[in-house]
């Protein structure tokens, strides 16, 4: 059989899982699958509503609209390109390294070249139909507001596909390279150095906008000039995001819709020069590369077991490995000792620890960059507004990380699960652990960086305590509606997260966690509705009636998302229910 027939193979066997599955969920799960299509449905028309009102605005700003208009363009294809390269490398480790899948795969008669091409096919698809997914309203609303012609759909359409492959084939190939000829030391020291000159770079460009505020003030030619001077790298003409925005701005305007092929030429060929790059890095690197991870992961449980039986007494019981014994009194040697495993599982697995060490990273150099509007913002009514849009940053920020790290770690246990069920340990606890840890960890993160956007925008004591409550009020709700969720749509069949979180529970959970957010911070903005009706510093937290109410019904809000689904979630571990798909 040849190699582009064993790829038709797995292409078909797998298109053929899809298709069954989706059937037997619509068949047995009707209300799944119409709530999933009414959510598509809705933020298809929300999202398109929203980019069509702020197209419009920007096409009114003065001489500028149209400009910021095509900067935006290329600003968000440059976000997607950064995002996809690290999700399909991210998503392609689990899959091709830590996946039975792949090493059941290795056992029968399929090429290695074909292997880890359609591994990096399946990475790039579950990375990128979010992506395209968001784009779509977008290109529409942007369509639909420069009146381009209809060919503009179709050509953007198939300019779209090589360019994804191009992304995905550039983040397979530094998958693939790093795992051949790095170790996790060294992949560790790249991304740290990686992490730290981006932060610095970060404070640089801070500190040399504040001089020039300082120097020259903050005139409107001198905002626009900051805003397209911080977009430079979106619109480098090496970047392949650079050459799909180009030929979308291109195509948008009637007198030129017909021309500017030279991008959509090179999207083509650098999209077969890269599947010809992973086709070979597949036959050349990918099983040496699985080789050595499961080497390394050998050697790793090797030191482990050596360590602990070097740190034994003469009894066999582990005495010198440090145990969290406060923790063991407060709650118990059984749930300490998941605890102190979950957290060694989670530094253990770079996969995790990376996108956490990013998000808040930057979530970090953004807050920090907030103290360069304090002399801009004398208005308390525009303090308060960027105070609500930092909050709302942050919060997104969350609802994202939890979905895409609490929401599986029930599922993760898998077929072990049963072991925990004849364990004097109920899995009720466990679910209550794993809210406990999950929210003090992201609760004590978000609330640094609450405290550190207040300080810099000098907002007060009173109010940091006030939007810092929120913030924690709002870790303990999503992160109650991820482990909840968790439980109640489980995978335990499925080690990739990605692909748990791609599931139907993935995408309610993220829902549920974008309405809750919504829904609190209105309430909060009502509570501080003095403050922007009369545009005057409020004297207390509760002294009037808006602030009073507002705040009692964001506090009964996030006790009913807190409580409905982890109780619910407790109710059916009673039952065992989830048991019977083991």
Known sequence: MSEFAQFRLLLRVHLRMVLVKFTTMARRSRLMTATLIGFLVTYSVTAFWLFRRGLEYLGKLPAAGSL????????????????LLFSVAVTGYIAMFRSRDTRWLLTLPISHRVLFLWKSLESAAFSSWGMIFILAPMLLAFAIQREAHLTFYLKTLLALFP??????????????????????RQIAIVATVGLLAAIGLGMKSVQDDKKITENTGLSAALTFQRVLHHTNLAVNRVLPSTWLAES??????????????????LLGSYALMGILAVGWAGHRWFY??????????????LRRQIRAEADSGPDGIARGIPKPALLRHLIGRALAAISRKDVLSFIREPGQWIQFAVVFGLLGIYASGLRSMNDNLDQPRDLYLVAYLNLSVCALALSTLTTRFVFPQFSLEGRRLWILAMSPLKLQRLVL?????????????????????????????????FFTTAVILLALGLNAVAVGFGVLFPNLEETNTAKIVSGFGGTLCLVTSFVYIVTFLLLLAWARFEVFRSNQMPEGLFDNQYARLGCGLALTLTFLVTTLPLSFAMRRLKKLEILGNL
């Not at 910021?68 to 995002?83: A, E, K, S, W």
């Not at 999950?438 to 007060?460: H, Q």
Request: glycine fraction near 6%; aromatic fraction near 12%.
């Open 163 to 184: 360019f994804l492959i191009v992304a995905g084939s550039v983040g397979a190939l530094v998958l693939i390279t790093a795992v051949r000829f790095l170790n996790r």
């Open 433 to 465: 652990q794993k809210f406990v840890m999950s929210a003090l960890f992201t609760g004590l993160a978000v609330t640094a960086i609450l405290v550190m956007s207040g300080n810099n925008l000098d907002l007060g004591t009173t109010d940091t305590l």
């Open 248 to 265: 979308v701005v291109t195509w948008s305007r009637p007198y030129q819709q017909f021309r500017n092929a030279l991008y959509p030429s």
């Open 288 to 301: 040496p590369a699985w080789n050595a991870s499961v080497q390394a992961s050998a050697r790793a449980a």
């Open 68 to 83: 910021l208009g095509d900067r935006l363009i290329y600003v968000i294809f440059f976000c997607f390109t950064v995002m």
